[in-house]
């Protein structure tokens, strides 16, 4: 009788320890399976960087949209580490930042020949497609002088070079006709010049107020 009731005793005590390594063995397999999603992740470009504009305003991007910004470009850290953006000046232009990434990662980028590169060079720019200008300037279409300023800033200090171009030409546009007057409007500018000044300048520069 003892010997009957020992053998399940025998029995369970190996179930347990045949339980435990199989517990141990899942783990492992549980762990090596996680390794090759996140690596299958980064490769598909899921793994995500958290930024912080200056007001406080946190927004996740994809590690692939962020190669878009020279200063963000290679940075290896976690999605629960946030990156503080001081020069970003608040929520609203974090996103703009964001969504010009996000459209132009995800875009693909048009080669082409210098013209005027010299004979059997294979000099090749980037130009993107003309739907893609168009997005371009929708996106900063509408945008306040305050905003187009932070923008600029933005741009200019994560040296993202396509943004900062359209953000410049948007700024050309506001100010193309206008006169020195209605740019000073447009832009919130005060002229701090004593009328004995600004004659001076006229007549120095008399071409750059011609209105």
């Not at 590690?63 to 878009?68: D, Q």
């Not at 001081?86 to 996000?102: M, S």
């Not at 279409?141 to 953000?167: K, M, P, Q, T």
């Not at 700024?171 to 832009?187: E, N």
Request: charge should be negative; charged fraction near 25%; hydrophobic fraction near 40%.
């Amino acid at each position: 009788m003892e010997a009957a009731k020992g053998a399940p005793v025998e029995e369970n005590g190996k179930g347990a320890e045949g339980a435990a390594g199989s517990d141990e063995e899942m783990g492992e397999v549980a762990s090596e399976k996680g390794k090759a999603v996140e690596e299958a992740k980064e490769v598909a470009g899921v793994k995500t960087i958290t930024l912080q504009s200056a007001d406080g305003v946190e927004r996740c991007v994809s590690a692939v949209a962020a190669e878009l910004s020279m200063v963000l470009s290679g940075t290896n850290a976690c999605a629960d580490t946030v990156i503080p953006l001081p020069n970003v000046a608040t929520g609203k232009t974090l996103d703009t930042v964001i969504e010009y990434c996000i459209k132009h990662a995800a875009e693909p980028i048009i080669g082409y020949s210098d013209p005027s590169a010299a004979a059997g060079s294979s000099s090749v720019g980037t130009l993107v497609s003309e739907d893609l200008e168009k997005w371009d300037r929708k996106l900063v279409e509408g945008l306040s002088a305050d905003d187009l300023h932070d923008l600029l800033i933005a741009a200019n200090y994560l040296g993202i070079n396509g943004l900062l171009d359209v953000v410049c030409q948007k700024a050309a546009d506001m100010i193309k006709g206008k006169t020195t007057q209605q740019i000073r409007d447009t832009f919130n500018l005060t002229n701090d010049l004593t009328p004995a000044d600004e004659a001076e300048l006229r007549q120095l520069y008399a071409w750059a107020f011609d209105e």
